[in-house]
């Protein structure tokens, strides 16, 4: 008897913990959807399907797990699997309520429609990357800015000379390698490509001062998609430190170059930062200390990390895939056999000949998807596919639903550069560098760049692995673990 009533209250307790333990996690489950999604009255029933996850933290637990597995598309299979394939799901992620979009549709609608979205990128983000960047400024002065420096980065008349001084800062470091054993690859391409984009900026080819800046650049850029938590320790608390110390190196640079226009000292070579301290508009307004620098923070942020992620991909697709290896050499070899006596190097009209070597390039953007999202905001109640946006709710452009859709590409976790034989994408299906009035505005320098380095590597070199099983990591990019360890030789019928 006594053993049976101590077994009934055990029961009891544990059916009653149950109960409280059930009844907490429902009402943790939907702090969110009472916070943010009945105060919107009747428009709540027409939002997308999805769920605004834990309180403060959102969907980010989930998103994070997802990303740091070897499947970063199950964050989004998830949502599929629970509400259908709806192409758009509310969630609250990076601090906000939002809806993720995943089809080329949706997504062309919301990067092309400036007059209902405008960039949402996190405060935090924004933080990090500057008030004055074009991701942090309004459609009109971004429109006024892109305007301004367009030219400059480019332009026909830029490209033809960033291409000369590119090409031989590959040749030289593609030789380097060779003699260094085992290397980093990614490592050595993301220091090639800070070096061309620190030139082409700043004229600047000391090693130390840039050995310096890629190290606070690589820790800004690790803190972007970090969650903002600014205490010792944390990626983010470590970014806006790093970013404090690239202003104040930026600052000097710009102060130093006044002072010499001050003193008439004529610059050795013009380079970007001469530029941009002598545009103006049609007004004769000219940039303030804080956009040229946040303009700089955020070109050679980007100019250099797309380019050297892409670039060791295609290297390693094409090490993996020798029928596409070589039919991309061929097409390189054939571009040096034709090429008139007494030429050295490449010409930028030689470059764009290179149509298969650009199928190798988007192939590899594609499937790697540098970066996975961008972000927009609402700046009205819009409605797309029947489903509500309220106006001051975050929209996150999922670009690797769009790029790893199997309706849209065949196998398309299969790298295959032949598939954009014949092709032409539909609007919307292949969003590498964005859409609208905010594509990217390094696009064509970074495919220079890639360009010209694939040129060089395809005739005269070759890429071995240590660990070619090396296990993958998605943030704040997909790299291999081991940044690529390798060894790089030159081929046995080369001469360079």
Same mark, same amino acid.
């Given at each position: 008897?006594?053993?049976?009533?101590?077994?009934?209250?055990?029961?009891?307790?544990?059916?009653?913990?149950?109960?409280?333990?059930?009844?907490?996690? @429902?009402?943790?489950?939907?702090?969110?959807?009472?916070?943010? #999604?009945?105060?919107?009255?009747?428009? !709540?029933?027409?939002?997308?399907?999805?769920?605004?996850?834990?309180?403060?933290?959102?969907?980010?637990?989930?998103?994070?797990?997802?990303?740091?597995?070897?499947?970063?598309?199950?964050?989004?299979?998830?949502?599929?699997? $629970?509400?259908?394939?709806?192409?758009?799901?509310?969630?609250?992620?990076?601090?906000?309520?939002?809806?993720?979009? +995943?089809?080329?549709?949706?997504?062309?609608?919301?990067?092309? /429609?400036?007059?209902?979205?405008?960039?949402? @990128?996190?405060?935090?983000?924004? !933080?990090?990357?500057?008030?004055?960047?074009?991701?942090?400024?309004?459609?009109?002065?971004?429109?006024?800015?892109?305007?301004?420096?367009?030219?400059?980065?480019?332009?026909?008349?830029?490209?033809?000379?960033?291409?000369?001084?590119?090409?031989?800062?590959?040749?030289?470091?593609?030789?380097?390698?060779? +003699?260094?054993?085992?290397?980093?690859?990614?490592?050595?391409?993301?220091?090639? +490509?800070?070096?061309?984009?620190?030139?082409?900026?700043?004229?600047?080819?000391?090693?130390?001062?840039?050995?310096?800046? #890629?190290?606070?650049?690589?820790?800004?850029?690790?803190?972007?998609? %970090?969650?903002?938590?600014?205490?010792?320790?944390?990626?983010?608390?470590?970014?806006?430190?790093?970013?404090?110390?690239?202003?104040?190196?930026?600052?000097?640079?710009? /102060?130093?170059?006044?002072? !010499?226009?001050?003193?008439?000292?004529?610059?050795?070579?013009?380079?970007?930062?001469?530029?941009?301290?002598?545009?103006?508009?049609?007004?004769?307004?000219?940039?303030?200390?804080?956009?040229?620098?946040?303009?700089?923070?955020?070109?050679?942020?980007?100019?250099? #990390?797309?380019?050297?992620?892409?670039?060791? @991909?295609?290297?390693?697709?094409?090490?993996?895939?020798?029928?596409?290896?070589?039919?991309?050499?061929?097409?390189?070899?054939?571009?040096?056999?034709?090429?008139?006596?007494?030429?050295?190097?490449?010409?930028?009209?030689?470059?764009? #000949?290179?149509?298969?070597?650009?199928?190798?390039?988007?192939?590899?953007?594609?499937?790697?998807?540098? %970066?996975?999202?961008?972000?927009?905001?609402?700046?009205?109640?819009?409605?797309?596919?029947?489903?509500?946006?309220?106006?001051?709710?975050?929209?996150?452009?999922?670009?690797?639903?769009?790029?790893? =859709?199997?309706?849209?590409?065949?196998?398309?976790?299969?790298?295959?550069?032949?598939?954009?034989?014949?092709?032409?994408?539909?609007?919307?299906?292949?969003?590498?560098?964005?859409?609208?009035?905010?594509?990217?505005?390094?696009?064509?320098?970074?495919?220079?760049?890639?360009?010209?380095?694939?040129?060089?590597?395809?005739?005269?070199? !070759?890429?071995?692995?240590?660990?070619?099983?090396?296990?993958?990591?998605?943030?704040?990019?997909?790299?291999?673990? =081991?940044?690529?360890? %390798? $060894?790089?030789?030159?081929?046995?019928?080369?001469?360079?």
């Amino acid at each position: 008897m006594e053993f049976g009533g101590i077994l009934w209250l055990v029961l009891v307790f544990m059916w009653s913990f149950c109960a409280v333990f059930v009844a907490v996690k @429902w009402v943790l489950k939907n702090v969110n959807k009472w916070l943010h #999604e009945t105060q919107l009255g009747e428009k !709540q029933y027409s939002l997308p399907p999805g769920d605004l996850g834990w309180p403060f933290l959102g969907n980010m637990p989930s998103f994070l797990r997802s990303f740091k597995s070897n499947h970063p598309e199950s964050f989004i299979s998830s949502f599929v699997s $629970r509400f259908g394939r709806t192409g758009m799901y509310k969630a609250f992620m990076f601090g906000s309520p939002s809806v993720i979009v +995943t089809t080329p549709e949706a997504c062309r609608r919301v990067l092309t /429609d400036d007059d209902c979205f405008k960039p949402g @990128w996190p405060q935090a983000t924004v !933080q990090l990357i500057g008030n004055k960047s074009f991701v942090g400024i309004s459609y009109e002065e971004h429109k006024r800015l892109r305007r301004l420096t367009a030219a400059s980065i480019n332009g026909y008349e830029a490209l033809s000379i960033y291409a000369k001084y590119i090409e031989e800062n590959v040749v030289s470091s593609l030789n380097k390698w060779t +003699t260094m054993g085992e290397i980093e690859f990614l490592t050595q391409l993301r220091k090639l +490509t800070f070096r061309i984009i620190m030139y082409i900026f700043l004229s600047s080819e000391g090693e130390p001062v840039m050995e310096a800046l #890629e190290r606070q650049y690589t820790t800004l850029n690790y803190g972007i998609r %970090a969650m903002a938590i600014n205490l010792p320790g944390f990626a983010y608390h470590k970014a806006l430190k790093a970013r404090k110390k690239l202003v104040a190196t930026f600052q000097s640079i710009v /102060d130093e170059r006044r002072n !010499q226009r001050k003193e008439f000292v004529l610059p050795k070579k013009k380079d970007m930062m001469d530029a941009l301290l002598d545009v103006a508009d049609e007004n004769g307004r000219k940039l303030s200390d804080e956009e040229i620098i946040d303009i700089m923070l955020m070109y050679l942020n980007a100019g250099h #990390e797309s380019s050297g992620h892409t670039a060791m @991909w295609a290297a390693i697709f094409l090490e993996q895939h020798p029928e596409f290896l070589q039919k991309a050499k061929a097409e390189q070899e054939e571009i040096v056999r034709r090429r008139p006596p007494g030429q050295s190097g490449l010409t930028l009209k030689e470059i764009r #000949e290179m149509e298969y070597l650009s199928k190798v390039i988007d192939e590899t953007l594609r499937v790697i998807t540098f %970066a996975p999202t961008v972000f927009r905001e609402a700046k009205t109640d819009v409605n797309i596919s029947g489903y509500t946006i309220p106006k001051g709710w975050k929209v996150l452009v999922w670009f690797r639903s769009v790029h790893l =859709d199997p309706e849209t590409y065949e196998n398309p976790m299969e790298f295959n550069p032949s598939r954009w034989d014949n092709y032409t994408p539909k609007a919307g299906t292949f969003l590498p560098f964005g859409a609208g009035s905010r594509l990217c505005p390094g696009n064509d320098l970074a495919k220079l760049e890639i360009s010209i380095f694939l040129h060089h590597f395809l005739l005269h070199y !070759q890429l071995e692995r240590v660990n070619p099983g090396s296990p993958v990591m998605y943030l704040p990019h997909t790299r291999p673990i =081991d940044n690529c360890l %390798a $060894r790089l030789k030159k081929c046995p019928t080369s001469s360079a």
